[in-house]
């Protein structure tokens, strides 16, 4: 069965310091994966995902198979980008998507 | 841009009642969804929706819970005698093709 894991429930960072948000999937097949970003009391938006390759407000993530990883990364951080960061999977036939528990990025002035 | 739109933005329901929660997806997106996410654990996933049936279920989504996309634009979840466990911020989602979703403001059911 797919997984995801996000080891760090919350991560603080000082204003300007590289931050890199980890994930870790499990997943037999071709995996797909995104990056989620939902700001205090609003809805996930889809950050970027591994396939397009993008860049979205600094942020990359490159995607290891060997590592079976896909970190987030920027790296100079604001505070505006603190926020509840999820990963997700698709996965399987039916596509569906996986998430991990997210974690509480915090960006200190 | 176009956005999934959600309502109600919060409902409280007494156990045992139930509740429709209603999603307008994206116009053009043919894949609908529903997501759960009680307070202070993960997103998880309840149902897909395709050319008006159900397409995957989880474990989650039993009898006590339905989908219907009534007419051209709504997309409901009913849920059946609700129980204190249920209580959870629901999301809809919806995407274009079976890749990335993109998802309402979520409405946040409370039942007591």
Redesign the interface.
């Known amino acids: 069965a797919q997984r995801v894991t996000q080891p760090e429930k919350l991560l603080s960072v000082f204003k300007g310091a590289p931050v890199e948000l980890k994930c870790n999937y499990s997943y037999s097949g071709s995996p797909e994966l995104f990056w989620y970003v939902q700001y205090s009391r609003q809805r996930l938006q889809l950050l970027l995902r591994h396939i397009s390759r993008e860049s979205i407000k600094g942020f990359t993530a490159d995607l290891n198979k060997g590592e079976t990883s896909f970190h987030l990364k920027k790296p100079f951080a604001q505070e505006e980008d603190s926020a509840m960061y999820y990963c997700a999977l698709l996965s399987g036939s039916a596509r569906q998507l996986t998430f991990g528990s997210g974690t509480q990025l915090t960006v200190l002035p | 841009e176009p956005?999934?739109t959600q309502t109600p933005s919060h409902q409280v329901t007494q156990m045992g009642q139930e509740v429709i929660l209603r999603c307008v997806p994206i116009s053009n997106h043919l894949y609908f969804?529903w997501y759960r996410q009680i307070l202070g654990?993960?997103?998880?996933?309840l149902v897909?929706f395709y050319n008006n049936e159900i397409?995957?279920k989880s474990e989650i989504f039993d009898d006590q819970f339905s989908v219907e996309r009534p007419d051209g634009s709504n997309f409901t979840l009913k849920i059946r005698s609700t129980k204190l466990e249920d209580s959870a911020m629901y999301?809809c989602?919806s995407s274009e093709a079976?890749?990335?979703?993109?998802?309402?403001?979520?409405t946040r059911l409370t039942v007591t």
């Open positions: 956005e999934v969804y654990q993960k997103v998880e996933f897909s397409s995957e999301f989602a079976r890749d990335g979703r993109y998802f309402g403001p979520g």
